[in-house]
């Protein structure tokens, strides 16, 4: 799967998540980033309902995460960072459009910008899965 296609089969997308964690196995060829995803719905009495899951890179092959602009409180202060997710697009970071070109060719790339960093971590590799926490599967098939 994609970035895209695990994005689409979740309540509101990688949209008002947030990141609690993440885990480089430079030896087991994986990352793990743990998160709290907004799931909350239309109608929903509860509008800030949010549920953990696990997005997990196979063969991962690009991980790094820009500098936070100084004039934000970038220093971690024990809670989630908030995210937002978007598709990896030429143009939008002159270090990774260089990048793009050498990477395999199925490659998955995605970004996130953390709101209190002003700033985005970007990831790519194959195989992206998800999954919940409580060990529900994600509508839609995993």
């Keep these: ?12 997308g990688f949209h008002d998540a ?3 964690n993440i885990g480089m196995d430079f030896v087991g060829l994986s990352l793990a980033v ?3 995803l907004h ?10 309902r949010y549920r953990r899951g696990t997005l ?3 063969s991962p092959c ?4 820009e500098p936070p602009d100084p004039r934000y409180p970038f220093v971690p202060d024990g809670v989630p960072l908030n995210v937002d997710g ?30 209190e960093w002003n700033s985005f971590i970007y990831l790519g590799g194959g195989n992206v899965e998800f999954s919940w ?7 839609g098939g995993e």
């Excluded at 799967?1 to 509101?12: G, Q, R, S």
């Excluded at 909350?40 to 800030?48: I, K, L, Q, T, V």
């Excluded at 598709?87 to 995605?110: C, F």
């Excluded at 926490?133 to 509508?139: F, R």
């Design 56 to 58: 997990r890179l196979g």
């Design 1 to 12: 799967m994609t970035f895209e296609e695990i994005e689409k089969k979740l309540p509101n």
């Design 39 to 48: 799931v909350s719905e239309h109608g929903d009495p509860d509008r800030e």
């Design 86 to 115: 978007d598709s990896v697009k030429i143009g939008q970071n002159s270090g990774l459009d260089r990048l793009i070109p050498v990477l395999p060719q199925n490659s998955s790339l995605y970004r996130f910008f953390l709101e």
């Design 18 to 20: 947030k990141i609690r």
């Design 34 to 36: 743990e998160m709290e």
């Design 62 to 65: 690009l991980f790094f995460i």
């Design 133 to 139: 926490n409580d060990g529900a599967v994600l509508e």
